[in-house]
């Protein structure tokens, strides 16, 4: 089975009743960058950032774009633009297929 599992807490999950702090999301790394992706590991952190087209970025701590985020990107996109932050922890990476643990970033 392919995609994302989102583990929202039971209950209405819309965006209006969205809580930031709970968002927790697995799922592959889109449009991968190959030369990105070979210099990073498993339990590596990426940092998410909006770019200027609402694109959710995977970006190293080199400022190296790794990858988009396209799936549960709603809840992200509103979450970011609400002043969150969140990283994705690599959890699997073989190749050019990177799974990565959505998580809100601890201050």
């Known amino acids: 089975m392919s995609g994302s599992r989102n583990n929202m807490p039971s209950g209405n999950n819309s965006v209006e009743d969205l ?3 709970n968002l927790f999301i ?3 790394l889109s449009s991968p960058n190959s030369e ?3 210099d990073l590991a498993v339990d590596d952190i990426l940092f998410l950032s909006l770019n200027e087209k ?3 970025l995977a ?3 080199k400022n190296k774009i790794a990858g988009s985020i396209t799936s549960s990107v709603t809840k992200l996109i509103k979450c970011l633009n609400d ?3 969140f990283v994705g922890i690599i959890f699997e ?3 050019t ?3 990565i643990k959505i998580r809100p970033r601890s201050i």
């Open 19 to 21: 809580n930031c702090n």
């Open 26 to 28: 697995e799922t592959n």
């Open 36 to 38: 990105v992706l070979e």
């Open 54 to 56: 609402n694109v959710i």
């Open 59 to 61: 970006v190293t701590d």
């Open 83 to 85: 002043g969150y932050h």
């Open 93 to 95: 990476l073989d190749g």
């Open 97 to 99: 297929k990177c799974k």
